[in-house]
């Protein structure tokens, strides 16, 4: 069982940036792709951006160009660098582990292993 556990959230004021980390309980996370979702009161949960066991990454249309996603496949950890923020980035930010083929790769469902969350408030 793969345990994931997020940390980085923050209030901070639109312009801002903030990097989230997603950290896991074993190594074995390289074998895994790692995305991040985020989910907003009221909303269905949303594809952020993903980054697969190839290392290759994928964004969702809302945060291409100012978030970016990386690992770090020695300490087992995938950050979230999170560049002019904006107010409706507001949102509990998950991370999670699975082996989704590519078209399903925004799919939540297809991930099994899910952190608890670190909530992101972007506000002046």
């Known amino acids: 069982q793969v345990q994931l556990v997020e940390s980085g959230g923050g209030l901070v004021q639109p312009g801002d940036s903030l990097r989230l980390s997603c950290a896991a309980s074993?190594?074995?996370?390289?074998?895994?792709?790692v995305a991040w979702f985020r989910q907003a009161p009221g909303k269905e949960r949303e594809f952020v951006a993903t980054i697969r066991a190839t290392s290759t990454t994928h964004y969702g249309d809302s945060v291409k160009g100012r978030f970016t996603i990386s690992r770090d496949r020695v300490k087992a950890t995938v950050f979230l660098q999170m560049d002019l923020v904006k107010p409706e980035d507001t949102a509990i930010y998950y991370c999670?582990?699975?082996?989704?083929?590519?078209?399903?790769?925004?799919?939540?469902?297809?991930?099994?292993?899910w952190g608890q969350g670190t909530q992101v408030t972007v506000s002046s």
């Open positions: 999670a582990a699975g082996r989704p083929i590519l078209s399903e790769i925004r799919n939540p469902l297809m991930y099994r292993h």
């Open positions: 074993e190594s074995s996370l390289r074998d895994y792709g």
